[in-house]
Nanobody, 116 residues
């Protein structure tokens, strides 16, 4: 059994910062990639950032230069540092973890609201 617990969402003014965390717990043998997605009302879920097993990172064009994804292997945790936030970043943010033996799992989602 694997559990993903997200934290760090909230309300922030435009230009502000937030840091999201997603911790994996349970019977974890190995983690491949980890990532963050977001879904705004009426929109499809989209990839925000991902980090591979070899720490290669990938970002959506809309967040490049503003968001930074990182991971702590010892804590099985992935982070998303979000700076210079814009109102269009408002969405529910989900972490996704691709486990080597357990497949893909999603976090419960955390709301990020950026006011103008």
């Amino acid at each position: 059994q694997v559990q993903l617990v997200e934290s760090g969402g909230g309300l922030v003014q435009a230009g502000g910062s937030l840091r999201l965390s997603c911790a994996a717990s349970g019977t974890i043998f190995s983690i491949n990639s980890m990532g963050w997605y977001r879904q705004a009302p009426g929109m499809q879920r989209e990839l925000v950032a991902s980090i591979s097993r070899g720490d290669n990172t990938n970002y959506a064009d809309s967040v490049k230069g503003r968001f930074t994804i990182s991971r702590d292997r010892r804590r099985n945790t992935v982070y998303l540092q979000m700076d210079s936030l814009k109102p269009e970043d408002t969405a529910v943010y989900y972490c996704q973890v691709n486990f080597r033996l357990l497949g893909s799992h999603w976090g419960q989602g955390t709301q990020v609201t950026v006011s103008s």
